[in-house]
């Protein structure tokens, strides 16, 4: 005879989040995994506390297993739940992309720092990913015209699947940096062009722990910096006069974006430091001439 479990069999929030600690996850992250199990908002956690000896059914806690043993392997909980908040909005976030940091929504502020009072400045973001900085400019910026460059169509997708989800006019272009622009035919020149570009070497011990992630988002050469000294020397024809070229790097790299910068001629080189305090943001302005 097949005695069927009742709810009092099944383990509570509070055991679920209880072993989940115990096996070695953040507590924080235990309980952003059990709301996305539970199809529960990532906001509610509080409801998890008022709730805390409601029973998790079977198919629910195995889901909550499978996705707490992937997370203690290094996937990024961006990738589990499927979803990441960047700027205030909320982003679908797929393999295909990188997970956004948020020390990238400092190169966020930069440049609307540079656009406030411009009537409809063009603004190019190149190697969206999942859009996340083209977006969260032209939300905060809405009589903005931004264009942001994709090389690889499965972010790409991802990146307009996020500008449909917040009814955002970015235009999206296929293609390499800003060669893209010229294989589109575009027109006229931007007021700021912003970049996370690939910037770690392709020998670096890092890379290890972020396996989960495009490769082909992350590295750049044997030093790291092969996109960035393609974007720097490309960009200058695209910028009006007075633009800005704003690029994230890695925490060691300011001096030779610097330098990189300063020898193609740009101007007013000013940097940005990342939440811990380190500097991650590099840019400069084209010059008059």
Same mark, same amino acid.
């Given at each position: 005879m097949t005695v069927d479990s009742s709810p009092a069999d099944e383990p509570s929030v509070a055991d679920a989040l209880r072993q989940a600690c115990q096996q070695g996850l953040p507590r924080l992250e235990a309980q952003m995994l059990l709301l996305h199990a539970l199809q529960r908002s990532?906001? +509610?956690? *509080?409801?998890?506390?008022?709730?805390?000896?409601?029973? =998790? #059914?079977t198919p629910t806690l195995l889901q909550y297993q499978a996705l707490v043993h992937a997370r203690l392997q290094g996937s990024p909980i961006a990738y589990l739940t499927g979803g990441r908040e960047f700027y205030g909005l909320e982003l679908h976030i797929t393999p295909d992309v990188l997970d956004p940091r948020p020390d990238t929504e400092i190169l966020v502020d930069w440049a609307l720092e540079l656009l406030a009072?411009?009537?409809?400045?063009?603004?190019?973001?190149?190697?969206?990913?999942?859009?996340?900085?083209?977006?969260?400019?032209?939300?905060?910026c809405p009589h903005a015209q931004v264009v942001a460059v994709e090389r690889s169509p499965a972010a790409l997708q991802?990146?307009?699947?996020?500008?449909?989800?917040?009814?955002?006019?970015?235009?999206?272009?296929?293609?390499?940096?800003?060669?893209?622009? +010229?294989? *589109?035919?575009?027109?006229?020149?931007?007021?700021?062009? =912003? #970049?996370?570009?690939?910037?770690?070497?392709?020998?670096?011990?890092?890379?290890?722990?972020?396996?989960?992630?495009?490769?082909?988002?992350?590295v750049a050469g044997d030093d790291g910096l092969q996109d960035l000294r393609t974007i720097i020397k490309q960009a200058a024809f695209w910028l009006q006069p007075n633009g800005w070229l704003l690029l994230e790097h890695g925490w060691q790299q300011h001096d030779a974006v610097r330098t990189m910068l300063a020898d193609a001629g740009y101007a007013q080189i000013d940097f940005r430091r990342d939440l811990a305090g380190h500097v991650r943001c590099t840019g400069a302005c084209r010059p008059r001439a």
């Open positions: 990532p906001h +509610e956690r *509080a409801w998890l506390v008022s709730h805390d000896q409601e029973p =998790v #059914a009072g411009k009537p409809a400045p063009r603004v190019l973001d190149l190697g969206t990913g999942s859009g996340a900085m083209a977006l969260a400019i032209q939300h905060a991802v990146a307009r699947t996020n500008a449909a989800r917040h009814a955002l006019p970015v235009r999206f272009l296929q293609g390499s940096w800003l060669q893209a622009l +010229e294989d *589109a035919g575009e027109p006229g020149q931007f007021a700021v062009i =912003v #970049a996370n570009p690939p910037y770690i070497a392709d020998n670096d011990v890092h890379l290890a722990a972020l396996q989960h992630e495009p490769r082909t988002a992350l």
